[in-house]
């Protein structure tokens, strides 16, 4: 994580949702972003890790990302999003590792791979963000 990455997230933060699903940045820059998220409180009724909060995972983590492309006086906005779940997460901890896909001068797109604990993937998730001058 560089420094410069590290002090953009504290300043802008990953937004209160993030915050109360317990998302975690472990690494942060333009080429690998990192989060971890807990199982536990992110559930559905059947005691699964709700599809709905990998999606916050890999949103969160391919926004901010997309935002740390984008620069200064510029904003990344999510214009696309899908999601394929393979596994169910039962406990512990979910991590998703964002990489670029195309990184352009109006677009960006990103995957997010959430693995659980025992580094099986769980779901898979792009997301296409249109970056705009503020």
């Known amino acids: 994580?560089?420094?410069?990455?590290?002090?953009?997230?504290?300043?802008?933060?990953?937004g209160a949702l993030a915050d109360k699903m317990g998302i975690e940045i472990v690494e942060f820059?333009?080429?690998?972003?990192?989060?971890?998220?807990?199982?536990?409180?992110?559930?559905?009724p059947a005691d699964l890790l709700h599809g709905g909060a990998y999606v916050v995972l890999g949103?969160?983590?391919?926004?901010?990302?997309?935002?740390?492309?984008?620069?200064?006086?510029?904003l990344a906005v999510g214009i696309e999003?899908?999601?394929?779940?393979?596994?169910?997460?039962?406990?512990?901890?979910?991590?998703?590792?964002?990489?670029?896909?195309?990184?352009?001068?109006?677009l960006t797109t990103h995957e997010i791979a959430v693995t659980d604990d025992r580094g099986?993937?769980?779901s898979t998730i792009r997301i296409t963000n249109l970056i705009k001058d503020l």
């Open 1 to 14: 994580m560089t420094e410069d990455a590290l002090a953009y997230v504290k300043q802008r933060g990953l």
């Open 29 to 44: 820059s333009i080429e690998r972003s990192v989060a971890r998220m807990p199982v536990l409180g992110n559930t559905q």
């Open 120 to 122: 099986r993937r769980c």
């Open 81 to 106: 999003i899908n999601a394929s779940h393979t596994r169910s997460a039962t406990e512990g901890y979910v991590t998703g590792v964002c990489t670029p896909i195309h990184l352009g001068r109006t």
């Open 59 to 74: 949103e969160s983590l391919g926004s901010m990302s997309a935002n740390l492309y984008a620069g200064e006086g510029r």
